[in-house]
């Protein structure tokens, strides 16, 4: 009796969690891994669907029903987050002009760096804008406060991508 709380539990949270990776590649453009994806989302989806309505004297299924579902949004931004798919444009505004130690680190790191200077409220000061893989999202924070604890970074979902440098990650 508790294998089928738990089947329906653990479909819920399959399903819901295919729902987030799919609906992260229909937004980057990945129309045949989203519609595989999603092929096999919208089966599991009816399946269980149909045990809990069919069943509905049994408040335990859709209990496990709506615990799956919640499990399964928190387990699906949990595996998005770490294959984290797509490119960004991060832009890091530093306190000071004159940072070409920390654009030739960046630069070093196989980070595509250009440099603008901007005007802020108190005066000018270097913009850096740097296009990456979101995978590389971390070494660039890192590498930033590194040299200025105050920076400012603000990224941003890039898509489509054409020409540019981009870092090459280490296998």
């Known amino acids: 009796m508790f294998i089928s709380y738990f089947l329906i539990f653990a479909s819920r949270v399959l399903d819901v969690s295919l729902m987030t990776i799919r609906t992260i590649m229909v937004v980057q453009g990945r129309r045949v891994h989203a519609a595989i994806i999603g092929f096999f989302e919208v089966g599991i989806y009816v399946v269980v669907l149909s045990t809990v309505v069919s069943n509905l004297d049994d408040p335990l ?9 919640a499990t399964g949004n928190y387990v699906g931004i949990t595996i998005e987050s770490k294959i984290a798919l797509g490119n960004l444009s991060a832009q890091i505004i530093l306190k000071t002009s004159g940072n070409k130690e920390l654009v030739d680190k960046l630069r070093e790191n196989k980070f ?46 890039v898509n489509p991508v054409s020409g540019g440098y981009f870092r090459t990650l280490k296998k």
């Open 61 to 69: 299924k859709l209990l496990a029903y709506c615990l799956g579902y």
């Open 112 to 157: 595509g760096v250009t440099v603008v200077q901007g005007e802020g409220i108190n005066g000018y000061k270097d913009l850096l804008i740097v296009a990456l893989h979101r995978k590389d999202l971390p070494v660039l924070k890192e590498i930033a406060y590194e040299y200025d604890e105050t920076a400012f970074i603000t990224v941003n979902n």
